[in-house]
């Protein structure tokens, strides 16, 4: 399958400071990608849709000012946790919509990154 | 109403036995569906894809019941390494959505030798 890769895989900040993570899709061109939030024992939370070259489309209740995403490339996505607090701990996982030949689209995900605020 | 519902579970059986999950979603019109597996503290992987006439890959089955919107996934023969949490997953697939994915919470499976 097609690879994606997230860095760093684990973060630990304090409060206050801003983090960024990337997303690269390894092997394939991704127009769309995903940004996920996941707390312990829930469920993938989808935080934003980020297209190349354009705005990232940001769900209900995520701020867009506090959450920047960058999507510059065919192959790199950046989500910067602005002023980060410890509520914003949680698992961070991007994914990559590629399509196929017969119209077909799957998700592939990346490792994930941990992030801990103090 | 939660764009996707599964059994909580946990599910705890013993290695070869028959495990079976359900999984229900709401909007009538998703078009794909999928199992997705997560072990712990790792991201979810594809499993296997869910097609209209049901689908098999070894000792997982697949099927689809677009006119319940149910979904099922069941395994034979478990293995100590099936141990994770499955997660069913529908795509949105609705205007400015497309593409989107819904995750269910998922349902913990744990095989005991």
């Known amino acids: 399958g097609a690879v994606v890769s997230q860095h760093p895989s684990r973060v630990i900040c304090k409060s206050g400071t801003s983090v960024k993570i990337e997303c690269r899709s390894l092997d394939f061109q991704a127009t769309t990608m995903f940004w996920y939030r996941q707390f312990p024992k829930q469920s993938l939370m989808l935080m934003a849709t980020?297209?190349?070259?354009?705005?990232?489309?940001?769900e209900q209740g995520v701020e867009k000012d506090k959450f920047l995403i960058n999507h510059a490339s065919l192959t790199l996505s950046t989500l910067t946790v602005t002023s980060a607090h410890p509520e914003d701990s949680s698992f961070y996982i991007c994914?990559?919509?590629?399509?196929?030949?017969?119209?077909?689209?799957?998700?592939?995900f990346g490792p994930g990154t941990r992030l801990l605020v103090l | 109403r939660k764009e996707v519902e599964q059994d909580p579970g946990p599910f705890n059986v013993p290695e070869g036995a028959t495990v079976a999950f359900n999984c229900t979603y709401s909007?009538?019109?998703?078009?794909?569906f999928f199992w997705y597996r997560q072990d712990c503290r790792k991201e979810p992987k594809l499993l296997m894809s869910?097609?209209?006439s049901g689908n098999e890959d070894g000792r997982f089955t697949a099927q689809l019941n677009r006119a319940s919107q149910y979904i099922s996934l069941l395994i034979r023969d478990s293995k100590l390494s099936d141990s994770a949490t499955y997660l069913c997953?529908?795509?949105?697939?609705?205007?400015?959505?497309?593409?989107?994915?819904?995750f269910g919470r998922g349902t913990q499976l744990t095989v005991w030798p």
């Open positions: 997953v529908v795509n949105g697939n609705r205007g400015s959505t497309l593409g989107r994915l819904y």
């Open positions: 869910v097609y209209s």
């Open positions: 909007n009538s019109a998703s078009q794909s």
């Open positions: 994914s990559a919509r590629l399509s196929g030949l017969a119209g077909e689209e799957t998700q592939y």
């Open positions: 980020s297209n190349e070259g354009s705005k990232a489309t940001y």
